[in-house]
T-cell receptor, first 113, second 117 residues
Framework: RKEVEQDPGPFNVPEGATVAFNCTYS??????FFWYRQDCRKEPKLLMS???SGNEDGRFTAQLNRASQYISLLIRDSKLSDSATYLC??????????????FGAGTQVVVTP | DTEVTQTPKHLVMGMTNKKSLKCEQH?????MYWYKQKAKKPPELMFV???????INESVPSRFSPECPNSSLLNLHLHALQPEDSALYLC????????????????FGSGTRLTVV
């Protein structure tokens, strides 16, 4: 079983609509959680960290459910520029593994006019 | 603009060539990383340097040789590569996490797209 799993999509979303997707992780010792976005042939860019109480950054809302071991990302009022692959990233941050971010395979979002 | 600078952006090399990838950051980060990413796959960790010392080598073949000359620079020396080594090579940096402190994740460079012919 992969340590971090995501629905690959694509999620086809009309402009202005809301889209949400999850990511599950298998290691209960995971400490830090992030969403990165990656555009085609570009580097991953940190979208937001995910905090235990949930957090919002503009149109983006991230939630963490430790009991069920998943994190979610919700995008409101989708823009064409939101089209990208969203990578779920988890870090166990223990002494021997702090450098090892675990990446999901990514969820592709396509926002259409 | 990215705060982690990688050069070159593109590299084509033959299987007998020796080349180097370079990475530089001036954010004061003390951890630097090399990742390899194939098309439509997530990045895969290759090496981690912490305070200029190699702390993680993910069983990478010896034809890839990392070097960290100082806290701002990270190199990846390439020799006798195979066509299957063609990929996007990403450098990243971060502060090492500290107990009780939030962890802010990595900053990635824009990558070097390597083609081995």
């Amino acid at each position: 079983r992969k340590e971090v799993e995501q629905d690959p999509g694509p999620f086809n979303v009309p402009e202005g609509a809301t889209v949400a997707f999850n990511c599950t992780y298998s290691n209960s010792a995971s400490q830090s959680f992030f969403w990165y976005r990656q555009d085609c042939r570009k580097e991953p860019k940190l979208l937001m960290s995910v905090y235990s109480s949930g957090n919002e950054d503009g149109r983006f809302t991230a939630q963490l459910n430790r009991a069920s071991q998943y994190i979610s990302l919700l995008i409101r009022d989708s823009k064409l520029s939101d089209s990208a692959t969203y990578l779920c990233v988890v870090n166990r941050a223990t002494t021997d593994s702090w450098g090892k971010l675990q990446f999901g395979a990514g969820t592709q979002v396509v926002v259409t006019p | 603009d990215t705060e982690v600078t990688q050069t070159p952006k593109h590299l084509v090399m033959g299987m007998t060539n020796k080349k180097s990838l370079k990475c530089e950051q001036h954010m004061g980060h003390r951890a630097m990383y090399w990742y390899k990413q194939k098309a439509k796959k997530p990045p895969e960790l290759m090496f981690v340097y912490s305070y200029e010392k190699l702390s993680i080598n993910e069983s990478v073949p010896s034809r890839f040789s990392p070097e960290c000359p100082n806290s701002s620079l990270l190199n990846l020396h390439l020799h006798a590569l195979q066509p299957e080594d063609s990929a996007l090579y990403l450098c990243a940096s971060s502060q090492p996490p500290r107990s009780g402190a939030p962890y802010y994740g990595y900053t990635f460079g824009s990558g070097t797209r390597l083609t081995v012919v």
